[in-house]
């Protein structure tokens, strides 16, 4: 089986799985940060595209946001799903520590990428998670957690553990503070840097027609 095979088989395989989720982290998450991965890494050069590739095709494979919490799913899944491929051991690893480490863990925890087809994948995972697709899919996951739209009692946490992160049950207006509009800050690239400009500028945007709206305001 060739890599291309491998990946084509890969797209089916996560389309069939993820095909109708609701939570903004559906089949077409994957896709966009599937095709962002690939542009990005095109423009940055010299680096391993098939490793781009599978890591973005598996960036999502277990989710620990959707597992109780558990850190290391996503990295068992992920070592689990590619037993099956003849792949090289590095190439398996380097996808492997992509699942591990792409997560974002709160504003004030580092969050680096060991090869730099990670920094390209955490990139586009965090592209989709600004502008407009970010705006609805941070209702989208509000939603099925059952969370306000906003409340202005409650006033964003600038959070310094993954473990505190990742209970948070704050409105979803606070996660734009929280983490959506950190990101710009945050990429790796300079393809991405450039990209999360626009993106950034959506969101403020967005949010000072929100406050207005939310007054009542004509």
């Not at 739209?149 to 209970?167: E, G, L, M």
């Amino acid at each position: 089986m060739t890599q291309q095979d491998i990946i084509n088989e890969s797209i089916q395989y996560f389309k069939d799985k993820f095909s109708g989720e609701a939570t903004g982290h559906d089949w077409f998450h994957i896709q966009r940060v599937w095709k962002l991965s690939k542009n990005i890494a095109k423009k940055e050069g010299e680096m391993d595209m098939f490793v781009v590739e599978m890591g973005a095709l598996l960036h999502d494979i277990a989710d620990h946001k959707f597992h109780d919490g558990d850190e290391n799913i996503g990295t068992v899944k992920a070592a689990e799903y590619l037993e099956k491929y003849d792949i090289e051991d590095e190439q398996k690893q380097k996808i492997v520590d992509i699942v591990k480490e792409i997560s974002f863990k709160g504003q004030r925890v580092p969050t680096k990428m060991s090869s730099k087809e990670g920094e390209v994948v955490q990139d586009a995972d965090r592209l989709d998670a600004m502008g407009a697709i970010g705006v609805a899919r941070t209702f989208a996951y509000g939603g099925s957690k059952n969370r306000e739209i906003y409340n202005p009692i409650v006033k964003p946490v600038c959070h310094t553990s993954f473990a505190a992160y990742k209970v948070s049950t704050a409105p979803t207006i606070n996660h734009f503070y929280e983490k959506l509009l950190t990101l710009k800050d945050r990429m790796n690239t300079n393809t991405s840097k450039k990209e999360a400009i626009r993106r950034h500028e959506f969101m403020e945007s967005f949010l000072q027609n929100f406050y207005q709206d939310w007054e009542g305001s004509l």
